[in-house]
């Protein structure tokens, strides 16, 4: 178990582990209080943790296809006695009907795949090809169910590589969903940025505020919106 506060601890293995982008996304996400959270595709679970830890919401599900990735969330749901707060949930992100209420959500989540299929050098594991490739779900997929799964005005939050900024707008106005958020992420102020984060409304106006770029270092130090993200205690990768 990692820890992730004095009350929060996580499951990981080298299967099913986090990095940078969970944190970002989940801060990115401002949850309220009386917000319905779903995050897809959540592997371990570390999204919702974070998102409860930091805004404390009325319920998050988790949804994976990946059987151990789910078992792993499980652990740490039962770990930290979660049960009533956050639900696991096994099943493709493709098929919700049944799993999941349609028009019912706040806030949708997703960390997905940044490589098209078939592109880039894939990893020897499995688990890790269905995180970084799109080979079980495709960006079009995730918006198309984001879109169901959303009340009118409801959010979907994502995280992604910037050469596929076009690919996910494109996703998001086909599926109702209109981008309003935009922010860059670079690891300092002399590096091109390697991450973006985007919120988009459903049923909303067109109408995208770009926000200032988010740096990660400062030197040799992490900055300081960095630490307040990170709660002051950054991940092992």
């Known amino acids: 178990m990692e820890k992730l506060s004095d009350t929060l601890s996580i499951c990981v293995t080298p299967d099913h582990k986090f990095g940078t982008d969970a944190f970002l996304l989940a801060d990115f996400s401002g949850a309220r209080h009386r917000d319905k959270v779903v995050d897809l595709g ?7 943790l974070i998102i409860y830890k930091k805004f404390f919401p009325n319920i998050i599900y988790g949804l994976d296809i990946q059987v151990k990735a789910i078992q792993q969330f499980k652990h740490t749901v039962s770990f930290c006695q979660l049960e009533n707060k956050i639900i696991p949930l096994e099943g493709d992100l ?18 997905p795949p940044y490589k ?5 050098i894939l990893s020897e594991r499995d688990s890790r090809q269905i995180a970084r490739h799109e080979i079980l779900c495709t960006i079009f997929d995730v918006c198309r169910t984001a879109s ?12 992604q590589r910037p050469e596929r900024l076009a690919d996910v707008i494109t996703a998001m106005r086909e599926n109702h969903i209109e981008p309003k958020r935009l922010r ?3 690891k300092d102020e002399k590096t091109a940025p390697w991450l973006f984060l985007i919120e988009g409304k459903k049923g909303s106006k067109p109408y995208m505020d770009i926000e200032p770029t ?3 270092m400062d030197g040799e130090d992490f900055t300081k919106e960095m630490l307040q993200i990170y709660g002051n205690l950054p991940p092992e990768e």
């Open 184 to 186: 860059m992420v670079a």
């Open 116 to 120: 098209i299929a078939n592109t880039g």
């Open 94 to 111: 493709k098929d919700v009907k049944g799993m999941l209420p349609f028009d019912a959500f706040d806030i949708v989540t997703c960390n």
């Open 148 to 159: 169901k799964l959303l009340k009118t005005g409801g959010k979907l939050c994502l995280c």
């Open 42 to 48: 959540t592997g371990c679970g570390i999204i919702p």
């Open 214 to 216: 988010l740096t990660v």
